[in-house]
């Protein structure tokens, strides 16, 4: 049986990460890091490939300056983050952000793959 993902229904931007609320009352951290290494983007996901050009753009992410981006709502499935520096590009679906915020591989162990699907 798949799993229901509640609703996302509150999102705490904090000094280094973001507090989630669903509506089942559960909560969650995920790090600014975490999020900006897990961009969907097909600038960033290819680089997650690889050990060595994740390890790579691991170092990147963690090298900007922590702070708070603006959140935009991209329709009513996702979300983008605006940072001030970095790619701002990836659109978060929202089970992206509940595979993040359980601490599972967003991308379930699949390698970027550009072209028609």
Not at 7 to 16: F, G, P, T
Not at 67 to 93: D, E, M, T
Request: with cysteine; glycine share 4%.
């Amino acid at each position: 049986m798949a799993e229901i993902m509640p609703n996302l229904i509150r999102i705490e931007r904090r000094q280094s990460d973001f507090h989630l609320t669903y509506d089942n009352q559960q909560e969650y951290t995920i790090t600014y890091h975490d999020l900006r290494h897990a961009c969907p983007c097909a600038n960033c996901a290819p680089l997650r490939n690889e050990d060595e050009t994740s390890l790579t753009l691991r170092s990147q992410v963690e090298s900007y300056k922590e702070h708070k981006p603006s959140v935009n709502p991209v329709g009513n499935y996702a979300l983008n983050f605006i940072w001030q520096n970095g790619c701002s590009n990836g659109i978060f679906r929202f089970e992206r952000i509940w595979d993040l915020a359980n601490r599972r591989d967003p991308d379930n162990g699949k390698q970027y793959v550009h072209g028609a699907w």
